[in-house]
């Protein structure tokens, strides 16, 4: 038996693994999924990477690769064409754009619809991944206990109850917004999926589709968003498709784009000022995976939520492309900016270059 060359490491309750997932199988790579049970986590996890998270990656050299941007940029370099990044310059920044959007702002709805509306399913569900083999009330106990980290998760990331009806709201926006897209085009930029997707179909596979009550709000509310996560989850010509000709940037994702420079940027300018401020304040520390708390506005509605330094190394991938356009593309660029109320990505006062440390960050030139 031909062994496949790389091995997955995670669940399908995880956001960021359905993102790895859904990217592989659209990029025709071979690999083996194995449940991050609590053994894995022990044995392989942990040992590898130094700390319980999923997705992990373990490749034919048995080199060890987490996080999911780190292992989908590795792969396209490994693999090569045809590349889920659109070379064009618009397309390119909304993609990446868009990425950050899934990864860092949609998990807000997807922390709160899983812990406020299926949270005894998911409870059951974590047992069941936790110890697949172990007896139901086992499996119940070993799911609670897992669960209260991720249940604390949604109220730090900003679900606590003053905000559930302006995360509604905002979710059901994007919600339409996005079927209204999907209407015209198969995936974000065309007929082949881009970053973007991939960025999105994290918190719109593991929770928002497969979560019963979530999954079954999606299907009726948008239906060709439940069409699209099928699509991503199980792509039905793998490597198939075209970013859309002359760098056009569809008029139906204009809204979302919107949305994005609405609700996620000030909390990413602001995240950048408070890391920037707390850098010099500790010289030489190790970044927390949050900093403090500050507010965050939807649809009117300003709540609290954790300041998080590793959003800001997600966006850098976007400025750090931003910085290398030059002449018409950047003006063209800049015209799409100004055209999405993206003012506050022109003028983002970066904080110092950053490196990722797992979950967090460290300056670059840092130890
Ligand atoms: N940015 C990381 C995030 C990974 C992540 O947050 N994974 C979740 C499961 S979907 C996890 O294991 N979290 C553990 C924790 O937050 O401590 C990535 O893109 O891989």
Redesign the pocket.
Known sequence: MTQKPYRLY?SE?????G??RAYLRWKNIPFAEHLSDAQTYKEIIVPRVG?????VMVGPDDETL??????IDELERRHGEPSIYPSSPRQRLAALLLEVFG?EWLVIPAMHYRWHYNRDWVIREFGRMNMPDARPEEQLEAGEKRAG??AN?ALLLGGTPDMHRAIETAYEGFLDELDAHLAVHPYLFGTRPSIGDFGLI?PLY?HQYRDPWTGDHMRKRAPRVAQWVERMQQPPQPLDGEFLPHDEIPETLLPILQRMMREQLPVLADSARQLSAWLAEHPGERVP?AIGMHDFTLEGQTGQRIIRP?SLW?LQRVRDYYRTLEGAEREAVNALLQQVGGEGFQQFEDPPHLLRDG?SVKANGAD
């Open positions: 995670g309750v995880s956001l960021f693994t993102k790895v700390f319980p998270v999923i997705p987490q996080d999911s941007t780190d292992i990864d980290p991720f998760a994290g593991a995976r590793y997600m979950l």
